[in-house]
């Protein structure tokens, strides 16, 4: 059963990710890191970007210079069209065959941004980790000392959270503590485990 896992940023996706990938068991994927894997140098997803992106985004060694191209796209949807241009499909054609050759009985992959780039319709189940745009802008801030008005050019480009939570056929509410999302992990593992019992079809 392939299950994918959203949510916006500063909901905690990864942290409940692995509670659960460790409960049912799953293999877990993170398509972010396949991302950062990509744009290594002379990786394919860092020869898409040389192509298209001007040379004040790579250093002097080829490097590409993460951080400049973050704070751009941040600001320029042109740019990060582009970046998603390159780096999707080649993520899709990753992932893809790595689920096939896999025998696990449950596969979790965690996708940012499923629905906002139509990935939904590939999986059995979507699972959407949940908190309030604001109580996720005041953890990222905390976490990765960004400036507010970055964190919400972001998530202007995102579905928003409850939008979110209203497409996925189950939803983690992780607005409290670790005690009450690995309360709601319990719970999803056993609907979960029921669906596959079931041919796949899917049961809230």
């Known amino acids: 059963m392939n299950i994918a896992m959203t949510g916006s940023i500063g909901a905690g996706k990864s942290t409940v990710a692995a509670m659960l990938a460790g409960l049912l068991p799953a293999l877990l994927i993170d398509t972010d890191q396949i991302c950062r894997r990509l744009m290594a140098t002379h990786e394919a997803g860092w020869r898409g970007l040389r192509a298209v992106f001007p040379r004040s985004f790579f250093a002097d060694n080829g ?99 409850d939008d979110k939570a209203a497409r996925a056929d189950w939803v983690i509410d992780n607005r409290g503590d670790m005690a009450a999302s690995f309360t709601q992990a319990l719970w999803l593992v056993a609907a979960l485990r029921r669906a596959a019992a079931d041919n796949g079809r899917k049961c809230r």
């Not at 973050?70 to 998603?84: H, S």
């Open 63 to 161: 490097e590409l210079r993460r951080a400049a191209l973050r704070q751009a796209v941040f600001f320029d949807d042109g740019l990060r069209r582009q970046l998603e241009g390159v780096l999707h499909p080649l993520v899709a054609a990753e992932l893809e065959p790595r689920l096939a050759a896999n025998d696990a009985e449950f596969h979790l992959v965690e996708v940012p941004l499923l629905f906002e780039i139509g990935w939904q319709h590939r999986f059995d189940a979507v699972v959407a980790v949940y908190i309030p745009e604001e109580a996720g802008i005041e953890r990222v801030a905390a976490r990765d000392r960004v400036s507010v008005e970055q964190i919400r050019k972001i998530l202007a480009a995102q579905l928003p959270a």
